[in-house]
């Protein structure tokens, strides 16, 4: 029996979210703070969701590295691998709240100074996924420590997962980019990306055909692309391509981490062994509430009841 369902590895850091919706970050007066970082997002929706998650990850010894674990603390998922370090500061990224794909400004510190000894092989060994992203991967030391781990991972059997969350603000080359995801998706993890984030990666808009075609060839059997209100595509090598529409939601709060609660969703469903299609309604469920709440998932509701409803 393994003991841990997920290995989120990867930036924790504190969102400072706008106040005002659609507001540009030029103009915004006022922020509130906020756990953040996409691996920390999944590691605690995954909690939520009654999965026993652990997040590997490192913020500095100051007040913000404190409200970090006290937050990940209440929400039960397991700190015991999170580095605090004296002389470099936590992590902030400034965001603007929108009901499209955020504008953001990062200030990386401690976030990046990820190091092999905080994941050992027999905590890799305990679990059944192994989840990271771009983000994570874009800066050493932290690159080359999920890139060895991630292979360790792979031998030991667990799933591997990536949300290929590719920005220029985060990763100013995108040739470097494109080497690292495909030294990553060799060892057959669970693709998630955005329309945004291929955009990014591109420069350009490209087909689906095209994106899928690029990741499967790099050694992804399945490929996850979220296009926002025109649904949700899914190119598997076994089960071929699969499509669902959009959730339709009255009011979208802020749009902040909808994709993270869209691939926990995910994660959540290919761990209780459903089907691919209801892997993909089980996470636009997820999303959809994420997209109605500003800041975290709502206390509240039975996510059991609801995802499966």
């Avoid at 976030?111 to 050992?120: K, N, Y």
């Avoid at 080359?144 to 220029?168: P, V, Y």
């Amino acid at each position: 029996m393994k003991n841990i369902d997920i290995i989120c590895i990867g930036e924790v850091l504190i969102d400072f979210i706008g106040h005002e919706v659609n507001t540009s970050i030029n103009r915004t007066k006022d922020y509130h703070r906020f756990l953040g970082g996409s691996p920390t997002n999944v590691a605690v929706n995954a909690s939520r969701l009654g999965l026993k998650s652990l997040l590997v990850a490192t913020c500095g010894q100051d007040g913000l590295g404190d409200y970090i674990v006290r937050k990940l603390n209440a929400n039960n998922v397991i700190t015991t691998q999170i580095k605090k370090l004296e002389t470099t500061p936590t992590s902030v990224i400034f965001v603007s709240k929108s009901t499209e794909t955020p504008e953001f400004i990062p200030f990386r510190e401690a976030d990046c100074e990820i190091v092999e000894d905080q994941l050992p092989d027999e905590i890799i060994a305990e679990a059944k996924i192994f989840h990271t992203t771009c983000f994570a991967l874009s800066k050493n030391p932290a690159r080359e420590t999920i890139l060895n781990r991630a292979k360790k991972a792979k031998e030991l059997g667990l799933q591997l997962s990536i949300d290929l969350n590719f920005s220029e603000r985060i990763w100013k080359s995108r040739n470097e980019a494109k080497q690292v995801i495909a030294a990553y998706l060799s060892n057959d993890p669970l693709v998630k990306l955005s329309e945004d984030d291929c955009y990014r990666l591109f420069a350009e808009v490209k087909s689906e055909d095209y994106i899928f075609d690029y990741f499967h060839n790099l050694g992804a059997s399945t490929i996850c692309l979220t296009k926002g209100k025109k649904g949700v595509v899914v190119s598997d090598k076994k089960e071929g391509l699969l499509f669902q529409e959009a959730i339709p939601i009255d009011e979208i709060k802020d749009s902040t981490g909808a994709g993270d609660a869209f691939w926990t969703g995910f994660l959540y469903a290919k761990l209780i062994n459903t089907s691919l299609n209801d892997c993909v309604t089980i996470a636009q469920k997820l999303a959809s509430i994420k997209l109605q709440n500003v800041g975290r998932l709502p206390d509240g509701i039975n996510f059991q009841d609801f995802l499966h409803d």
